[in-house]
Protein backbone atom coordinates (compact mmCIF):
# COMPACT_ATOMS: atom_id res chain seq x y z
CA UNK A 1 0.00 0.00 0.00
CA UNK A 2 1.17 3.17 -1.19
CA UNK A 3 2.62 5.03 2.16
CA UNK A 4 1.95 8.68 0.81
CA UNK A 5 -1.72 7.67 -0.49
CA UNK A 6 -1.79 6.99 3.42
CA UNK A 7 -0.57 10.43 4.31
CA UNK A 8 -3.51 12.22 2.34
CA UNK A 9 -6.23 9.74 4.17
CA UNK A 10 -4.88 10.52 7.48
CA UNK A 11 -5.07 14.35 6.90
CA UNK A 12 -8.78 13.49 5.31
CA UNK A 13 -9.74 11.91 8.17
CA UNK A 14 -8.39 14.48 10.72
CA UNK A 15 -9.40 17.89 9.17
CA UNK A 16 -12.98 16.96 7.43
CA UNK A 17 -11.90 18.75 4.77
CA UNK A 18 -10.44 18.69 1.27
CA UNK A 19 -9.33 22.27 1.53
CA UNK A 20 -8.14 22.00 5.09
CA UNK A 21 -5.76 18.95 4.69
CA UNK A 22 -4.27 20.23 1.47
CA UNK A 23 -3.42 22.97 3.88
CA UNK A 24 -1.93 20.83 6.23
CA UNK A 25 -0.35 19.16 3.38
CA UNK A 26 0.68 22.14 0.95
CA UNK A 27 -1.03 20.75 -2.28
CA UNK A 28 -3.87 21.67 -4.08
CA UNK A 29 -7.45 20.46 -3.00
CA UNK A 30 -7.72 18.13 -6.32
CA UNK A 31 -4.40 16.56 -5.35
CA UNK A 32 -5.68 15.45 -1.92
CA UNK A 33 -8.71 14.48 -3.64
CA UNK A 34 -7.09 12.52 -6.50
CA UNK A 35 -4.85 10.22 -4.05
CA UNK A 36 -8.34 9.41 -1.91
CA UNK A 37 -9.46 8.19 -5.43
CA UNK A 38 -6.22 5.83 -5.66
CA UNK A 39 -6.13 4.84 -2.53
CA UNK A 40 -10.07 3.76 -2.90
CA UNK A 41 -9.56 1.79 -5.77
CA UNK A 42 -6.20 0.37 -4.06
CA UNK A 43 -8.21 -1.04 -1.24
CA UNK A 44 -11.59 -1.79 -3.14
CA UNK A 45 -13.61 0.28 -1.06
CA UNK A 46 -15.15 3.77 -0.10
CA UNK A 47 -13.24 5.32 2.84
CA UNK A 48 -15.01 8.40 2.58
CA UNK A 49 -19.11 9.48 2.71
CA UNK A 50 -18.80 12.74 1.00
CA UNK A 51 -21.17 15.03 3.01
CA UNK A 52 -22.47 19.22 2.47
CA UNK A 53 -20.27 19.77 5.36
CA UNK A 54 -16.80 17.50 3.91
CA UNK A 55 -16.21 13.82 4.48
CA UNK A 56 -16.94 12.06 7.13
CA UNK A 57 -14.82 7.94 7.71
CA UNK A 58 -17.03 5.21 6.33
CA UNK A 59 -17.14 1.88 8.65
CA UNK A 60 -14.18 0.89 6.68
CA UNK A 61 -12.31 4.03 6.30
CA UNK A 62 -12.51 3.73 10.45
CA UNK A 63 -10.45 0.48 10.47
CA UNK A 64 -7.97 1.94 8.58
CA UNK A 65 -7.30 4.94 10.43
CA UNK A 66 -5.53 3.27 13.27
CA UNK A 67 -3.23 0.95 11.04
CA UNK A 68 -2.14 4.16 8.89
CA UNK A 69 -1.44 6.16 12.24
CA UNK A 70 0.71 3.04 13.02
CA UNK A 71 2.73 3.10 9.85
CA UNK A 72 2.54 7.07 10.37
CA UNK A 73 3.98 6.45 13.52
CA UNK A 74 6.83 4.31 12.53
CA UNK A 75 7.97 6.50 9.86
CA UNK A 76 8.26 9.42 12.23
CA UNK A 77 10.36 7.18 14.36
CA UNK A 78 12.86 6.26 11.30
CA UNK A 79 13.15 10.05 10.76
CA UNK A 80 13.77 10.24 14.44
CA UNK A 81 16.26 7.84 14.40
CA UNK A 82 18.08 8.55 10.88
CA UNK A 83 17.79 12.53 10.62
CA UNK A 84 20.45 15.01 12.02
CA UNK A 85 18.27 16.16 14.91
CA UNK A 86 18.84 19.92 14.32
CA UNK A 87 20.82 19.84 10.75
CA UNK A 88 24.01 22.90 10.42
CA UNK A 89 21.04 25.13 9.77
CA UNK A 90 19.39 24.54 12.35
CA UNK A 91 15.78 22.98 13.29
CA UNK A 92 13.55 23.32 10.19
CA UNK A 93 10.31 22.00 9.07
CA UNK A 94 6.16 22.75 10.15
CA UNK A 95 5.11 22.69 13.69
CA UNK A 96 1.62 23.12 14.72
CA UNK A 97 0.07 24.12 17.75
CA UNK A 98 -3.34 23.99 18.99
CA UNK A 99 -4.54 26.76 21.68
CA UNK A 100 -7.40 28.16 23.41
CA UNK A 101 -8.52 30.95 21.44
CA UNK A 102 -7.49 33.77 23.88
CA UNK A 103 -4.44 32.61 24.51
CA UNK A 104 -3.56 32.26 21.21
CA UNK A 105 -4.25 35.07 20.20
CA UNK A 106 -3.24 37.48 23.17
CA UNK A 107 -0.52 35.92 24.53
CA UNK A 108 1.69 33.46 22.09
CA UNK A 109 0.55 34.91 19.05
CA UNK A 110 2.58 38.19 19.63
CA UNK A 111 5.94 36.00 20.23
CA UNK A 112 6.16 33.98 17.56
CA UNK A 113 7.93 36.38 15.10
CA UNK A 114 10.76 36.02 17.73
CA UNK A 115 10.36 32.39 17.33
CA UNK A 116 10.91 33.12 13.24
CA UNK A 117 14.03 35.16 13.98
CA UNK A 118 15.63 32.79 16.07
CA UNK A 119 14.57 29.58 13.84
CA UNK A 120 14.43 30.75 10.68
CA UNK A 121 13.67 27.17 9.07
CA UNK A 122 10.45 26.64 11.21
CA UNK A 123 6.98 27.62 9.60
CA UNK A 124 4.04 27.69 12.20
CA UNK A 125 0.52 26.20 12.23
CA UNK A 126 -1.38 28.52 14.96
CA UNK A 127 -4.66 26.89 15.75
CA UNK A 128 -6.15 29.39 17.94
CA UNK A 129 -9.95 27.90 18.58
CA UNK A 130 -13.08 27.90 20.93
CA UNK A 131 -12.55 24.35 21.12
CA UNK A 132 -10.28 21.32 22.25
CA UNK A 133 -7.40 20.58 19.57
CA UNK A 134 -6.83 16.55 19.96
CA UNK A 135 -3.46 15.82 20.33
CA UNK A 136 -4.71 12.03 19.60
CA UNK A 137 -6.61 12.95 16.17
CA UNK A 138 -3.38 14.66 14.95
CA UNK A 139 -4.62 17.88 14.85
CA UNK A 140 -1.90 19.47 16.53
CA UNK A 141 1.76 18.65 17.30
CA UNK A 142 2.36 20.57 20.44
CA UNK A 143 -1.14 21.39 22.28
CA UNK A 144 -1.88 23.50 24.65
CA UNK A 145 -4.88 22.97 26.65
CA UNK A 146 -7.15 23.57 30.24
CA UNK A 147 -7.47 19.44 30.55
CA UNK A 148 -4.65 17.36 31.33
CA UNK A 149 -4.02 14.56 28.64
CA UNK A 150 -5.02 11.44 30.61
CA UNK A 151 -3.79 9.18 29.24
CA UNK A 152 -1.55 7.87 26.18
CA UNK A 153 2.16 8.15 24.52
CA UNK A 154 2.15 11.59 25.33
CA UNK A 155 4.88 14.33 26.62
CA UNK A 156 2.59 16.41 29.47
CA UNK A 157 4.15 19.54 31.20
CA UNK A 158 1.94 21.86 33.22
CA UNK A 159 3.08 25.17 31.48
CA UNK A 160 1.63 27.95 33.53
CA UNK A 161 -1.78 29.07 36.02
CA UNK A 162 -3.61 32.06 34.61
CA UNK A 163 -5.72 34.73 36.47
CA UNK A 164 -9.49 35.42 35.09
CA UNK A 165 -11.53 37.75 36.77
CA UNK A 166 -15.05 39.61 36.68
CA UNK A 167 -15.28 42.73 34.43
CA UNK A 168 -17.43 45.45 32.96
CA UNK A 169 -17.10 48.75 30.78
CA UNK A 170 -16.58 51.81 32.60
CA UNK A 171 -19.72 53.07 30.53
CA UNK A 172 -21.17 50.31 31.77
CA UNK A 173 -21.07 50.41 35.40
CA UNK A 174 -21.21 54.18 35.51
CA UNK A 175 -25.10 53.85 34.70
CA UNK A 176 -25.88 50.95 37.63
CA UNK A 177 -25.66 50.85 41.02
CA UNK A 178 -22.32 50.52 42.82
CA UNK A 179 -21.20 46.63 43.30
CA UNK A 180 -19.92 45.87 46.75
CA UNK A 181 -20.66 42.43 47.07
CA UNK A 182 -21.62 39.43 45.14
CA UNK A 183 -25.42 40.10 46.24
CA UNK A 184 -25.34 43.33 44.06
CA UNK A 185 -25.05 41.24 41.06
CA UNK A 186 -28.43 40.74 40.94
CA UNK A 187 -30.31 42.20 38.11
CA UNK A 188 -27.04 42.39 36.00
CA UNK A 189 -26.68 41.40 32.58
CA UNK A 190 -24.24 39.12 31.60
CA UNK A 191 -22.23 37.54 28.94
CA UNK A 192 -20.99 33.83 28.57
CA UNK A 193 -20.90 30.87 27.00
CA UNK A 194 -23.26 28.87 25.24
CA UNK A 195 -23.34 26.35 28.06
CA UNK A 196 -24.23 22.75 26.05
CA UNK A 197 -20.90 24.14 23.64
CA UNK A 198 -18.86 24.30 26.05
CA UNK A 199 -15.48 22.67 25.54
CA UNK A 200 -13.96 22.89 28.98
CA UNK A 201 -15.93 22.63 32.80
CA UNK A 202 -12.73 24.38 34.05
CA UNK A 203 -14.45 27.31 32.37
CA UNK A 204 -18.10 27.17 34.06
CA UNK A 205 -17.16 30.33 36.25
CA UNK A 206 -20.26 32.13 36.55
CA UNK A 207 -21.78 28.79 38.07
CA UNK A 208 -18.77 29.57 41.06
CA UNK A 209 -19.48 33.42 41.22
CA UNK A 210 -23.16 34.23 40.51
CA UNK A 211 -25.98 32.30 38.94
CA UNK A 212 -26.95 35.10 36.35
CA UNK A 213 -30.64 35.95 35.88
CA UNK A 214 -30.05 37.08 32.50
CA UNK A 215 -27.34 36.02 30.18
CA UNK A 216 -27.61 39.14 27.69
CA UNK A 217 -24.86 37.42 25.06
CA UNK A 218 -23.69 34.13 25.11
CA UNK A 219 -20.93 33.08 22.48
CA UNK A 220 -18.59 30.25 21.94
CA UNK A 221 -15.47 32.84 21.00
CA UNK A 222 -14.01 34.56 24.61
CA UNK A 223 -12.80 37.15 21.48
CA UNK A 224 -16.42 37.79 21.08
CA UNK A 225 -17.23 38.13 25.13
CA UNK A 226 -14.48 40.69 25.14
CA UNK A 227 -15.84 42.42 22.45
CA UNK A 228 -19.32 42.52 23.97
CA UNK A 229 -18.55 43.29 27.36
CA UNK A 230 -15.85 46.23 26.46
CA UNK A 231 -19.29 47.54 24.16
CA UNK A 232 -21.66 47.92 27.27
CA UNK A 233 -23.34 44.13 27.26
CA UNK A 234 -23.20 43.19 30.83
CA UNK A 235 -20.07 41.76 33.13
CA UNK A 236 -18.34 38.47 32.41
CA UNK A 237 -15.12 36.70 33.69
CA UNK A 238 -12.54 37.13 31.06
CA UNK A 239 -8.67 36.06 31.74
CA UNK A 240 -6.86 38.98 32.70
CA UNK A 241 -4.10 38.65 30.12
CA UNK A 242 -6.89 39.90 27.87
CA UNK A 243 -8.90 42.49 29.82
CA UNK A 244 -6.70 43.65 32.70
CA UNK A 245 -5.19 46.61 30.37
CA UNK A 246 -7.92 47.52 28.57
CA UNK A 247 -8.84 51.32 29.63
CA UNK A 248 -11.91 50.46 28.84
CA UNK A 249 -13.15 47.59 31.66
CA UNK A 250 -13.16 47.94 34.59
CA UNK A 251 -12.38 44.69 37.52
CA UNK A 252 -15.63 43.78 39.31
CA UNK A 253 -15.15 42.88 42.82
CA UNK A 254 -11.60 42.15 42.60
CA UNK A 255 -11.08 40.79 46.09
CA UNK A 256 -14.10 38.24 45.33
CA UNK A 257 -14.29 37.70 41.76
CA UNK A 258 -10.87 36.09 40.56
CA UNK A 259 -10.04 32.77 39.76
CA UNK A 260 -7.07 30.50 38.75
CA UNK A 261 -6.77 27.79 36.16
CA UNK A 262 -4.47 25.94 34.76
CA UNK A 263 -2.92 25.42 31.19
CA UNK A 264 -1.31 22.18 30.18
CA UNK A 265 1.00 21.93 27.09
CA UNK A 266 1.76 17.92 25.48
CA UNK A 267 3.13 16.50 22.39
CA UNK A 268 3.70 12.99 21.07
CA UNK A 269 5.94 10.75 23.06
CA UNK A 270 8.10 10.90 19.63
CA UNK A 271 8.12 14.33 19.31
CA UNK A 272 10.38 14.95 21.97
CA UNK A 273 13.65 13.16 19.70
CA UNK A 274 12.43 15.46 17.49
CA UNK A 275 14.46 19.05 17.00
CA UNK A 276 11.96 21.15 15.48
CA UNK A 277 9.56 19.66 18.09
CA UNK A 278 11.72 20.54 20.99
CA UNK A 279 12.64 24.28 19.75
CA UNK A 280 8.87 25.29 19.58
CA UNK A 281 8.00 23.49 23.08
CA UNK A 282 10.89 25.40 25.02
CA UNK A 283 10.05 28.56 22.95
CA UNK A 284 6.60 28.02 24.53
CA UNK A 285 7.45 27.93 27.71
CA UNK A 286 9.96 30.62 27.39
CA UNK A 287 7.65 33.09 25.89
CA UNK A 288 5.35 31.86 28.73
CA UNK A 289 7.85 32.42 31.66
CA UNK A 290 8.67 36.45 30.22
CA UNK A 291 4.93 37.07 30.88
CA UNK A 292 4.28 36.01 33.95
CA UNK A 293 2.75 39.93 35.27
CA UNK A 294 0.35 39.53 31.99
CA UNK A 295 -1.16 36.01 32.61
CA UNK A 296 -0.79 36.29 36.72
CA UNK A 297 -1.58 40.14 38.03
CA UNK A 298 -1.81 41.07 40.80
Not at 132 to 153: F, K, N, Q, T
Request: with cysteine; net charge positive.
Amino acid sequence: MDWDNLRYFLELARTGTLLAAARRLGVDHTTVARRIQALEKQTGAALFAREAGGHRLTETGRRLQPQAEAMEAAARAVERDTVDPAGAAGPSGVVRIGVTEGFGTAVLAPQLARLAQRHPGLSIDLLALPRLVHLSRREADIVVSLVRPARGPVVVSRLCDYVLQLYGARDYLATQAPIATREDLRGHAFVSYVDDLLFSKELQLLDELHRPERLALRSTSIQAQYQAVRAGAGLAVLPAFLADGDPLLVRVLPGQARFTRTFWMSMPAEGKHLARMQAVWSFVREAVEAQGALLRPA
